[in-house]
């Protein structure tokens, strides 16, 4: 059964009316996470964490007294509380389940279970070569300081690219969208913010790479969005990205702290053999089709929640 919510009271009314026996999971995000431990009652609580936590970060919560969206850094969050209260803590990656770890003062049940994505039948043709013309990259990113789009901008604005390559980002609007937008303006960049669109595998489709340039994802759908119409990743050896992309298998990786890190993988695309990139994006879209399933995602979330339920009632309760 789906409940379709847009507020506070809807949301609570209809998780208490799941809660119907103690054979019950409340599987949230993190973003609901204190009203979910308040409708929980004796029922085990799985918070998802769909991100990689960092200490100066602000994540968005629910504020259960009024509703509304709080920013607060991992410090502001009552961990003492929740570490009662909230029965497994779940990260989407092996970043994001260290990131937990990592900000949470005191210990806590950490599992990390890797998103599972649809997966279409069909695939496109190999990628057209770019003798005579220009590589065509994609971005699927919101345009959110921490994506780091400036630097993809300063990279391609470099003269080993620019005349080269074409980037089409896709994605919503971010606070960081006007600076970036004026600083392609100055430079020339060959960058254009496409929009969110929602035929986005048909627009990325026969790109010859996808490219992430976030330090700090914590699962990044936008590679396997990628990889399941089969398009190869450039991604930074940082955050969950290198748990997506297997660097000259799958995509290609790179340094993100070396000044040159960048601009180097991008030329080694633009002058890599179609044929070449059009086997790392057949591996990635097998990758996917082998273990990014939605399939085997339910699969390890049911098996937590059955051993959740196996547990005494008593330690469910106390978390």
Not at 3 to 13: C, P
Not at 146 to 168: E, I
Not at 257 to 271: I, K
Request: charged share 20%; aromatic share 6%; glycine share 8%.
């Amino acid at each position: 059964m789906t409940h379709v919510v847009d507020d506070l009271a809807g949301y609570t009314t209809a998780l208490t009316a799941c809660v119907t026996s103690d054979a019950t999971v409340i599987i949230g995000s993190h973003r609901t996470v204190l009203v979910d431990v308040q409708v929980a009652a004796s029922v085990p609580v799985v918070t998802v964490v769909r991100g990689v936590l960092h200490p100066t970060h602000r994540i968005r919560l629910v504020d259960p007294a009024t509703g509304e969206l709080a920013d607060v850094i991992p410090d502001g969050l009552p961990w003492e509380l929740l570490a009662d209260d909230v029965a497994r803590w779940v990260g989407i990656s092996e970043a994001s389940a260290a990131s937990i770890r990592g900000c949470a003062p005191v210990a806590l049940p950490v599992q990390m279970i890797h998103n599972g994505v649809a997966i279409p039948e069909w695939r496109p043709p190999p990628p057209a070569s770019t003798a005579g013309g220009r590589a065509r990259l994609v971005v699927v990113a919101r345009a959110a300081p921490w994506k780091n789009l400036d630097r993809l901008v300063d990279a391609v604005a470099d003269p080993r690219l620019r005349d080269r390559v074409t980037v089409d980002i896709y994605g919503g609007f971010g606070s960081a969208q006007p600076v970036v937008e004026a600083q392609i303006a100055a430079c020339g960049a060959p960058v254009v913010f496409r929009g969110w669109v929602e035929d986005l595998p048909r627009r990325i489709a026969g790109a010859h790479a996808l490219v992430s340039v976030a330090e700090l994802e914590g699962f990044g759908r936008g590679i396997l969005d990628a990889a399941v119409v089969g398009v190869p990743a450039v991604v930074p050896r940082a955050g969950a990205s290198t748990e997506i992309v297997l660097d000259g298998i799958t995509g290609f990786t790179f340094d993100p702290r070396s000044p040159d890190g960048l601009v180097d993988v991008l030329d080694r695309v633009v002058n890599e053999d179609p044929v070449q990139l059009a086997a790392l994006g057949w591996c990635a879209r097998a990758r996917a089709l082998g273990y990014f399933t939605p399939a085997r995602c339910a699969d390890q979330y049911l098996q937590l929640c059955h051993e959740l339920l196996s547990q005494p009632t008593l330690t469910r309760a106390s978390g």
